[in-house]
């Protein structure tokens, strides 16, 4: 697959990109357009931007829909601009240092030295405008909002609501074609806010990997997650083994053990019992009861 564009409304595109199988997003106002995620490096940015360019020449500003290297590794390409998201800048920069570092090595050990290069080169570009709630974000015309989610994902998903075109750019809170990553996520709490989410019935759904889908396909997905977490919640009360819970997890084994060493992650251990104060073996005191044998005189 080459990358291509897809036009899912009225001046509303999704990217799709080869690596990864990732779908990045677009919106276009009067005034100016935002830009949805930037891809893995400055070089997948610059090619985005590029392709952005052939679509409208107008001024953009870039959203985070998470914080996984994917989705933010390409703004440097973009230049100086608003960048939103959900998390501070000192939070992607600690973190993004840390994802590259691993994903780096990953792409020599896999022997693609290339694209380790372009993502050790990549300067990376925090967020300079936070989201707390929600935010509408005036494009001239057209007004987005962008609204924090979670935790689910992640601990600071954001999605991208366009309501006069009624899409959903959901992030990596839904994916089609490949199971969701749980290496990060909160699997008991995750279905719970994409159902609240959908609450609005978007006709159309941009995931952050894999072809856009509409509403059904997402409500399907998220009766897909729900059921992830009870069978975490049931492999935790003793009801199934892990073994079991994995075997009948929706998304298959492997993503169901992530899910389930996730949870076990997040879930305290039970606390230690407090010690007990020995028991008082005194014996206790004896029990007197007083027989009273008494008698009234009634005559007057």
């Given at each position: ?260 060493a996730r949870w076990k992650e997040l879930t305290p251990p039970a606390p230690e019992p407090l010690p007990q104060p020995e028991p008082d073996r005194t014996p206790p005191a004896p ?14």
């Amino acid at each position: 697959m080459s990358d291509r564009w897809i036009e899912v409304a009225d001046r509303v595109w999704a990217r799709r990109l080869e690596e990864l199988d990732q779908t990045l997003g677009l919106v276009v106002g009067d005034d100016c357009c935002l830009v949805i995620d930037t891809g893995i490096s400055a070089e997948a940015g610059f090619a985005f931007a590029t392709a952005i360019r052939e679509l409208t020449d107008l001024p953009w500003q870039v959203a985070y829909t998470h914080d996984h290297f994917d989705h933010w590794f390409g703004t440097s390409a973009f230049g100086e601009s608003s960048v939103w998201a959900v998390a501070d800048g000192a939070h992607y920069v600690r973190f993004g240092d840390e994802q590259r570092r691993k994903w780096v090595a990953k792409y020599r050990l896999d022997g693609r030295e290339e694209e380790a290069r372009q993502m050790g080169a990549s300067r990376l570009v925090p967020p300079n405008c936070r989201v707390q709630g929600a935010v509408g974000l005036n494009l001239g015309g057209r007004t987005v909002v962008l609204r924090q989610v979670g935790p689910a994902h992640s601990d600071n998903d954001m999605v991208v609501e366009v309501p006069d075109a009624g899409v959903l750019f959901a992030g990596d809170l839904l994916e089609q074609g490949a199971p969701p990553s749980y290496s990060s996520a909160f699997p008991i709490e995750w279905p719970q806010a994409v159902e609240h989410l959908l609450g609005w019935k978007p006709p159309v759904v941009v995931p952050g990997h894999g072809e856009p889908g509409d509403y059904w396909w997402a409500r399907a997905q998220v009766r897909d997650l729900a059921e992830v977490a009870r069978l975490c919640a049931e492999a935790a009360q003793g009801f199934l083994t892990e073994d079991e819970a994995a075997e009948h997890g929706p998304f298959g084994p492997e993503t169901m053990r992530t899910a389930i060493a996730r949870w076990k992650e997040l879930t305290p251990p039970a606390p230690e019992p407090l010690p007990q104060p020995e028991p008082d073996r005194t014996p206790p005191a004896p029990v007197v009861i007083y027989d009273f044998d008494y008698q009234i005189d009634m005559r007057p």
